[in-house]
């Protein structure tokens, strides 16, 4: 389900892929809110204040195997005094970077709190967040787990979906993210040269005249290409997804040859 | 009214001032409030969904003079339809920085929306969001104001307070807020011999060994303090408050006159 128009985001956007490309795999909607939401652990959360006025604040939150969002927070703050009243809430999560935020990525997870039943929860929220160790001991601190029931996902303008409870427990975060910010710089810094052969010989665009890399997920790596008939976004596959950073080397290697070998 | 204790957190955090110490003027809640939500167009926005979830999302905003948030928000969203639903909504806004950000300020504006009566809203929102520019020619956006009713804010850990409506809106952003940063970093990098000075004759810390400026507003600028007594907070105020950028230099030079006259 799209809004604002249908358009992939990632597919060519101006200059059409000249003669047939084939159907390059990319990050469902599913993975792309489980790989927000593992990127970070500050969010906002909205809760429910007492006169019924929807509350905006600020968390740091942990990330539970399945995607479940943890909080620890406190009835000496507003957030907290509501969660006790009214467990329904919701976190919103946006990418970083430079630029417009509404252009790059974010999802919201809706559900209701529980308070969990062991102490992996607060485990977790210890981990990502290790200022907080020793906080849940205050008897104003609880903690929370967000069950998910709803989730809306935006990865910007005219890109976005809405995605099943199960569909997002399912999925698994993009195991390249963590290295993917470093690649893409090494990539666009040393590499120009194989950008654009990927770019003429693999993405319908033999004309480009430059290439450079946009974004890099488990299944392959975008571009933003320069044709004479127009820029053009465009994306490559690796030849298999990848389940580590480890093996993006190997698999840009392996990408490049591939388009020579096809040149 | 302070939560999490009572501490300023501008104070002396650990080795307590050597005798008198003037009292010295800081920005108010209010002050503190104004001065976020003018430092940017990014904000975290919360409404109610029609199954009852509070709804967390992101969105760009602009302010009214009297701190009134500006929206302009598309039905096709979840938060769009909120809206016409529901109109009570707050904004979250937090400073931007290193580290962990709930060590720095956030603030959370709570009210209700409505349809602004003039085009003074729209213009002040496609002045902020230059790329929003003739969005709200589609049929699906809609422009809000945001009549703010309750405002509360957070300086950091234990830093904290309730403002009301009426001090919110007669508050005036921070003249000096825009340069501070540049300003911090000058002084820092240039004039440690001065902050030390500073520290020493007008904080109560004649013995302190290093002095770094943290922060900078219209009423005085906030000093890290290194001593044997232990690090220290402490502040010293400008010789009246300033209301401009322009005003910054002259300040700080009168500061250290004043630090060497009295040491």
Chains 1, 2 share one sequence.
Do not use: K, Q
């Not at 990632?10 to 047939?20: K, R, W």
């Not at 787990?145 to 809405?162: N, P, S």
């Not at 194989?194 to 790596?221: F, M, N």
């Amino acid at each position: 389900m799209s809004d604002h128009g249908s358009g992939s985001g990632d597919g060519a956007a101006y200059a059409a892929p000249l003669g047939d490309v084939p159907d390059v795999p990319r990050p469902s909607a599913a993975e792309e809110a489980r790989t927000l939401v593992a990127s970070t652990t500050v969010a906002a959360l909205a809760t429910l204040s007492d006169d019924g006025t929807p509350w905006s604040s600020l968390v740091r939150f942990a990330t539970l195997p399945e995607g479940a969002p943890v909080l620890v927070v406190s009835t000496m703050a507003e957030h907290g005094r509501n969660l006790v009243r009214e467990p329904r809430a919701s976190l919103c999560v946006a990418a970083g970077g430079d630029g417009d935020p509404l252009d790059r990525g974010r999802v919201t997870v809706a559900g209701a709190v529980r308070r969990p039943a062991d102490d992996a929860a607060l485990a977790a929220y210890e981990a990502a967040v290790p200022s907080a160790r020793g906080m849940a001991a205050y008897t104003d601190f609880s903690v929370w787990v967000l069950d998910v029931d709803r989730v809306r996902w935006v990865g910007g303008f005219a890109r976005m979906d809405t995605v099943s409870a199960a569909d997002y427990a399912a999925a698994r975060p993009d195991p390249v993210a963590p290295a993917a910010a470093a690649a893409l710089s090494h990539l666009n810094a040393d590499h120009a040269d194989a950008l654009l052969d990927i770019a003429r010989a693999l993405t319908g665009h033999p004309d480009a005249t430059h290439a450079s890399a946009t974004a890099l997920d488990r299944y392959g790596i975008g571009l933003r290409v320069t044709t004479p008939r127009g820029p053009a976004s465009a994306r490559a596959a690796w030849d298999a997804p990848l389940t580590s950073p480890d093996e993006l080397r190997a698999a840009s290697v392996e990408l490049v040859d591939r388009a020579r070998a096809a040149a």
